[in-house]
């Protein structure tokens, strides 16, 4: 068998398959799902330092304003 038989049995092998568009787009789906998810995550988080707001207060007036103690 000779090379151009070679490809043109390869190629006639590959005809055979779907839409590839539409047999790929469930990983877009699943990606987008993944990333949505790590975006809630993410907002879950937002404004956390403030929901303890006088804890931070009364901790920084018992042991100075920088929060460390010694100023280094």
């Known amino acids: 068998m000779n090379l151009v038989a070679q490809i043109a049995m390869a190629a006639a092998e590959t ?3 779907g ?3 539409a047999e790929t787009f469930i990983f877009g ?3 987008a799902i993944i990333f949505a998810v790590m975006g809630l995550v993410t907002l879950s988080f937002r404004n956390v330092a ?3 707001a006088a804890k931070a207060e009364a ?3 018992k042991h100075g304003k920088d929060g ?3 100023g280094h």
């Open 15 to 17: 005809e055979h398959h």
């Open 50 to 52: 403030n929901r303890h």
């Open 59 to 61: 901790y920084a007036l």
């Open 68 to 70: 460390h103690g010694h």
């Open 29 to 31: 789906v699943i990606a």
């Open 19 to 21: 839409n590839v568009a």
